[in-house]
């Protein structure tokens, strides 16, 4: 079992719907928890991070922390065809620099 | 103005052969990694160095070798290429600051390695 788990899609939509995204994770000591996107034949780029419960807002992008049930959400609002790409959930353990990702939710928002 | 660039971008090779990826990155900061992105889109870390010391080293198969001349610049070296190591090869940099975490990973484009 991996330590992040997140659902591979693909998660078709059309353009303008709200987009959530979702991964569970088991280890306790994971604190840092950040979503990152990856655009086809591109690296992953650090979208939002997060270190508490709760929600922190960024534009049209929310992320979502629930540490009592170990869940993490990106919600996204008013989607456009531009945020096609691949979401991946990372987590981090206090001051290790390691990152454990989730598998990746593939995203195609259509016209 | 590439902030973490790899070279190549593609590489296609017969197994058996040994071959380089090189990583530099250009921010300033002092940890640099190593993932590898399956088919699956499965990103995991390989190895990471802060000033040039070796810190992480996840299972990796000791065919491969990473090797850091300076904080700029982390290369990968593989040795007797199998199938299985076709992947995505990711370099990633970030800035680690004393008892805090550091939460952004740059990464670069990627090299996508083809072993036939």
């Known amino acids: 079992q991996k330590e992040v788990e997140q659902d591979p899609g693909p998660l078709s939509v059309p353009e303008g719907a709200i987009v959530s995204l979702n991964c569970t994770y088991s280890n306790s000591a994971f604190q840092y928890f950040m979503w990152y996107r990856q655009y086809s034949r591109k690296g992953p780029e650090l979208l939002m991070y997060t270190y508490s419960s709760g929600n922190k807002e960024d534009g049209r992008f929310t992320a979502q922390v629930d540490k009592s049930s170990k869940y993490i959400s990106l919600f996204i609002r008013d989607s456009q065809p531009s945020d096609s790409a691949t979401y991946l959930c990372?987590?981090?353990?206090?001051?290790?620099?390691?990152?454990?990702f989730g598998t990746g939710t593939r995203l195609q928002v259509t016209l | 103005d590439t902030a973490v660039s790899q070279t190549p971008k593609y590489l296609v090779t017969q197994m058996g052969n040994d071959k380089s990826i090189k990583c530099e990155q250009n921010l300033g900061h002092d940890t640099m990694y190593w993932y590898k992105q399956d088919s699956k889109k499965f990103l995991k870390i390989m190895f990471s160095?802060?000033?040039?010391?070796?810190?992480i080293n996840e299972t990796v198969p000791n065919r491969f070798s990473p090797k850091s001349p300076d904080k700029a610049h982390l290369n990968l070296h593989i040795n007797s290429l199998e199938l299985g190591d076709s992947a995505v090869y990711f370099c990633a940099s970030s800035q680690t600051y004393t008892g805090q975490m550091n939460t952004e990973a740059f990464f670069g484009q990627g090299t996508r390695l083809t072993v036939v």
């Open positions: 160095y802060n000033n040039k010391e070796l810190i």
């Open positions: 990372a987590t981090v353990a206090g001051t290790a620099s390691k990152l454990t």
